[in-house]
């Protein structure tokens, strides 16, 4: 009689765990595109690195397209620092 109960209460948890993983459908509204603005990030840009875009820059540096997240403006820099400094000197 205990094994058979411990049985359902196993199957019962594993049910449950179950319906918690299952995916839930979502719906998405799409936002209007936004053109590019530097100031938009007021000086601090989140950086994605497109790092398929290697290049040899100048002093030898391996330089990488940075893309502000947020703002869309695009440089070619060896790190975010350089990236930063390129962004501020094109604003």
């Known amino acids: 009689m205990v094994n058979g109960a411990v049985d359902v209460l196993v199957a019962v948890v594993l ?3 179950l319906e918690r993983r299952r995916p839930v459908p979502v719906t998405v509204t799409p ?3 936004t053109s590019p603005s530097v100031t938009r990030c007021e000086g601090h840009h989140y950086w994605q690195v497109d790092w398929d875009s290697a290049e040899p820059g100048p002093g030898g540096n391996i330089t990488h ?11 070619r820099a060896a ?3 350089d ?9």
């Open 65 to 75: 397209v940075h893309r502000c997240r947020r703002c869309g403006l695009e440089v």
């Open 79 to 81: 790190d975010i620092g």
């Open 15 to 17: 049910a449950v765990a």
């Open 83 to 91: 990236a930063a400094a390129e962004a501020e000197a094109s604003s």
């Open 31 to 33: 936002v209007g595109h």
